[in-house]
Nanobody, 126 residues
Framework: QVQLIESGGGLVQAGGSLRLSCAASGGTLSSYSMGWFRQAPGNEREFVAAISKNGGITSYADSVKGRFTISRDNAKSMAYLQMNSLKPEDTAVYSC???????????????????WGQGTQVTVSS
């Protein structure tokens, strides 16, 4: 059973940066693909970024491409989301998720993910 805990959220002005961290315990992180999702009030959960279990493949939502960077450090059991040039529309609760490898390197949909963190709030003021 993998436990995921996010940190690094907060309030930032538009144009600013935040780095979210996802700490994993209870499993070998290198066995899992990782993803970041976000959910704003009244909206469905939205894919943000994903990374393969060895870090060699990444994928981003069009809305964050060029501004956000997903990374991981399997030795430290950590995943990260560097967010630059933040916009008010990036305001949401951000959650990390882990998916057992089943033959697909990354997943852009929530359903394949097996474990989820509680989320961290990111608020971008205009």
């Amino acid at each position: 059973q993998v436990q995921l805990i996010e940190s690094g959220g907060g309030l930032v002005q538009a144009g600013g940066s935040l780095r979210l961290s996802c700490a994993a315990s209870g499993g070998t992180l290198s066995s899992y693909s990782m993803g970041w999702f976000r959910q704003a009030p009244g909206n469905e959960r939205e894919f943000v970024a994903a990374i393969s279990k060895n870090g060699g493949i990444t994928s981003y939502a069009d809305s964050v491409k060029g501004r956000f960077t997903i990374s991981r450090d399997n030795a430290k059991s950590m995943a990260y989301l560097q967010m630059n040039s933040l916009k008010p529309e990036d305001t949401a609760v951000y959650s990390c998720a882990a998916a057992i490898f089943r033959g697909t390197w990354i997943y852009r949909q929530p359903r394949p993910y097996d474990y989820w963190g509680q989320g961290t709030q990111v608020t971008v003021s205009s």
